[in-house]
């Protein structure tokens, strides 16, 4: 069937997901994208941000902080830094993610303050997409 | 010849250690179990990675690439980041990897390159301070982790590239036990900084795949490096946290099984001098009785 493919969600700690998907939306770093079956090969890194995925048996969503995506035509593979279903997500986990970003940001040299700037926006954007809301 | 009451004790002593060693072997393999999964977790994430990022580094090679893949162009300071575990009492587990550091660490100084050394874990630390204690640049303790995430080995990853960053080495390479079995753990060297990665195999259907890169080649590779050590590094750390149990494990079945025998050589050497005794004792009884 030409219309689904193969779609895998790593972290480093473990597999969350494979499994045959019809589409699937990736936060890119330049924008958002979505992969679908025979897309042209691409590779893009990820901002923190929610991945939906569509197939068959209904859809799911995994909110990732960052890594990279690999698209073919056979298949799509997210490779997260950190990932986990939305459900799982608690405002805790959440909390965790914006002091990390905030860490990071303490200490940024001039190279990076932009990037890490844009990604305490992008947690915030994340937040309010699952309605939770980022504190302070 | 020790009395009968200190043979006992030695047979109790023995006993009670022989029930420790049991309980830590058991111990070590439940939590072999855990840390063997962790690893075959771990493993999917890691090769993807290496290969997206190996194909990346082979075809942007050049003098614009990134100093973590083309290095400074020395290799004058060499970083050794000597991966051991937090306990003993897992057979020549910690041992075989400080023997392998020190032998590198001995060839570079040999050389006339200059060492410094990075250690995760106490036991390598006790090991090898004695010989190079003024090399040593930092500690990593991870004794208060229970399981070791990939948190930790981000942390490790970037204080080295840090380090790199501020020019204080132009190699670095870590040492671990690779995990191959429950009785065999390979003590590895692997070169980090800067990345080397396998060939991707010739003819390989996914090397001839031509990508587009967002937002560039360069963006992507400079964002992938870093996190490439630390991928590496966390790899390391769970094939050693697997290795450590490993080896623990098959130390612990020996001990258990050495104490087994001694056991059984005490009581046998027990019940002979009771014999002894009792032999003795009846010999000056019929000799008195005789003697009347």
């Known amino acids: 069937m030409a219309d689904t493919m193969q779609f895998d969600l790593v972290s480093p700690e473990r597999s969350l997901a494979s499994l045959q998907a019809t589409a699937v ?14 897309h042209a090969p691409t590779i893009t890194t990820l901002r923190p941000g929610i991945v939906r995925v569509e197939s068959p048996e209904g859809n799911a969503e995994f909110v990732v902080t960052g890594g990279f995506a690999e698209v073919t035509a056979a298949g799509t593979s997210v490779l997260a830094e950190r990932a986990l279903p939305v459900s799982e997500v608690t405002q805790d986990i959440l909390d965790g993610f914006v002091s990390d970003a905030a860490a990071a940001s303490s ?30 | 010849m020790p009395n009968l009451k200190d043979l006992k004790n030695r047979i109790e002593s023995v006993k009670s250690t022989r029930k420790i060693t049991k309980a830590m072997q058991m111990v070590a393999a439940a939590k072999l179990r855990r840390a063997q999964e962790a690893a075959e977790a771990g493993r999917p994430y890691a090769e993807r990675f290496n290969a997206v990022l190996g194909g990346l580094a082979a075809s942007s090679g050049g003098d614009s ?15 050794l980041v000597v991966m051991t575990a937090e306990r003993g009492l897992c057979g020549g587990f910690n041992s075989s990897i400080a023997k392998m550091a020190r032998a590198k660490a001995e060839e570079l100084i040999a050389s006339g390159k200059t060492v410094k050394m990075l250690t995760v874990g106490k036991k390598g630390r006790e090991q090898l301070k004695r010989d190079f204690e003024d090399t040593m640049v930092d500690h990593v303790d991870l004794s208060s982790v229970r399981n070791v995430g990939y948190d930790n080995a981000q942390g490790i990853a970037n204080d080295l590239i840090h380090r790199f960053n501020e020019g204080e080495f132009d190699v670095a390479t870590i040492f671990y036990n690779k995990f191959e079995s429950v009785i065999s753990q390979i003590p590895t060297a692997q070169q980090v900084i800067p990345a080397s990665f396998d060939a991707p195999e010739e003819g390989a259907e996914e090397a001839s795949t031509v990508y587009d890169y967002e937002p560039s080649e360069e963006g992507i590779l400079a964002t992938l490096l870093p996190s490439g050590v630390a991928t590496q590094v966390f790899t390391a750390l769970l094939e050693n946290g697997a290795s450590e149990q490993g080896a623990r494990m098959s130390a612990m079945d020996n ?22 005794v009792i032999t003795n004792e009846l010999i000056e009884i019929i000799s008195g009785a005789e003697a009347l």
Do not use: C, F, W
């Open chain 2, 255 to 276: 001990a258990t099984r050495n104490a087994g025998d001694m056991i059984d050589k005490l009581t046998i050497q027990y019940n002979r001098s009771r014999q002894a």
């Open chain 1, 25 to 38: 939306q990736l936060p890119g770093a330049d924008g958002d994208l979505t992969a679908m079956p025979n």
């Open chain 1, 107 to 136: 200490n940024a040299t001039a190279e990076n303050l932009d990037e890490l700037a844009k990604r305490t926006v992008d947690i915030a954007a994340m937040a309010s997409d699952l309605g939770l809301s980022v504190k302070g």
């Open chain 2, 65 to 79: 690439a990134p100093k973590l893949l083309s290095g400074t162009g020395s290799d004058q300071v060499h970083m």
